[in-house]
């Protein structure tokens, strides 16, 4: 069966130099994002250094960095300087501070100036609706939306994320962003309602080929793994 994923972006999530080595050369890839959690987990202790980096590795496709500062003044700061990295930087601001403090004033003010932001943490329609109207009219921006951690309450992301589609739909220079993936079902979920971009992990990306495979074929080559396994084991009864 083919999966038909329309106009749907495919952006690469981790901090992975090797992983995002690789995956520059996927026909499917067409953007970067990071953030501190992926960093630190993947070892970066230079953040700067590693950014360049990356800037240098990706010279041609949108990329996302974070700021870090819990203030929104040195937010601004350090928003201001990752722009300056190149034109096809997106700087992630939260959409609260760790004080749930709303970070509308500082998106009006780098949106003012020409910074392409990546408004990241939103899960509800009514955060989408009020980082649209700071944003809208201004230069590119992504709003990313946590599907996955929707989901992960209990709740179905679908018509959370169709819902924040139609509060977008007067603002053509806002994308929105299905981010925090954690299927490929997800993929098929997203290009489905119309949602322009989602963000995909390295090791997710690696199932790609999976994406509307023939089910009794797969039935089958799992039995055929479950067996070799227990022979490589040397199990016996």
């Given at each position: 069966?083919?999966?038909?994923?329309?106009?749907?972006?495919?952006?690469?999530?981790?901090?992975?130099?090797?992983?995002?080595?690789?995956?520059r050369d996927h026909p499917m890839i067409k953007g970067f994002t990071t953030n501190p959690t992926l960093m630190r987990c993947a070892g970066?202790?230079?953040?700067?250094s590693f950014a360049l980096d990356l800037m240098q590795l990706v010279p041609d496709r949108p990329?996302?960095?974070?700021?870090?500062?819990?203030?929104?003044?040195?937010?601004?700061?350090?928003?201001?300087?990752?722009?300056?990295?190149?034109?096809?930087?997106?700087?992630?601001?939260?959409i609260t501070n760790t004080r749930g403090d709303s970070s509308a004033e500082?998106?009006?003010?780098?949106?003012?100036?020409g910074v392409k932001i990546n408004v990241t943490a939103l899960m509800t329609v009514a955060q989408v609706e009020?980082?649209?109207?700071?944003?809208?009219?201004?230069?590119?921006?992504?709003?990313?939306?946590?599907?996955?951690r929707i989901a992960d309450t209990g709740r179905d992301p679908v018509p959370i994320m169709r819902d924040a589609l139609a509060a977008m739909a007067a603002a053509p220079n806002i994308e929105l962003m299905?981010?925090?993936t954690r299927e490929l079902l997800n993929v098929v979920q997203a290009a489905s309602i119309g949602c322009q971009i989602i963000t995909v992990t390295h090791d997710l990306l690696k199932k790609l080929p999976v994406l509307g495979r023939d089910l009794d074929e797969f039935s089958l080559d799992t039995v055929k793994m479950f067996h070799r396994d227990a022979q490589y084991a040397g199990y016996s009864l």
């Open positions: 069966m083919a999966i038909d994923l329309h106009d749907l972006k495919l952006f690469a999530d981790g901090a992975d130099r090797a992983g995002i080595l690789k995956l970066i202790d230079d953040y700067e990329v996302s960095f974070e700021v870090f500062s819990d203030d929104f003044d040195t937010m601004e700061d350090q928003a201001r300087k990752i722009a300056s990295w190149g034109d096809h930087v997106y700087v992630k601001v939260p500082l998106q009006q003010r780098l949106a003012g100036a009020r980082t649209v109207a700071n944003l809208a009219g201004g230069p590119p921006a992504f709003i990313s939306v946590f599907a996955g299905w981010a925090s």
